[in-house]
């Protein structure tokens, strides 16, 4: 399955941990601003940190990672992410981080349609579903 969007990251000093190598934690961090930077490219216009006019957002409600590999200082990480799986209010998006061809980590994220206004779950507009199902 391909992989229409890769966000790279640089093994920073900082996110070491004692073993000196890419702290679990921040693997998270990394899937983070490559899934909003890829929902901004897949919807233009997504601001995670404000909700659209009626309160729907979404929610980042589970993540699954498996670490397949330790990553270093300074090597340039390359998170590739892609949605799958719609359904009524949520969607996956999956993500696959390498050093150059060393897969270091795999897993998904589920993100839930939120209506923050009502405090509750609420179905995927028609424009994300699209989108997300392209």
């Not at 399955?1 to 920073?12: A, I, L, N, S, T």
């Not at 309160?55 to 390359?78: N, Q």
Request: glycine share 6%; hydrophobic share 40%; net charge negative.
């Amino acid at each position: 399955m391909e992989w229409p969007f890769v966000h790279f990251e640089r093994v920073r000093f900082g996110d070491l941990d004692a073993m000196r190598h890419l702290n679990n934690v921040v693997f998270l961090r990394y899937f983070e601003t490559a899934r909003i930077a890829y929902l901004r490219e897949l919807v233009p216009g997504h601001d995670p940190a404000h909700p659209e006019a009626g309160g729907f957002g979404l929610i980042f409600a589970a993540c699954e990672i498996a670490y397949r590999s330790p990553a270093t200082f300074d090597e340039e990480v390359a998170v590739r992410c892609r949605a799958e799986s719609p359904g009524k209010s949520s969607f996956r998006v999956a993500f696959q981080m390498t050093v150059e061809e060393r897969l270091i980590a795999e897993g998904h994220g589920v993100l839930v349609g939120y209506d923050y206004d009502q405090r509750r779950s609420r179905p995927l507009p028609d424009a994300l579903r699209a989108a997300v199902e392209s």
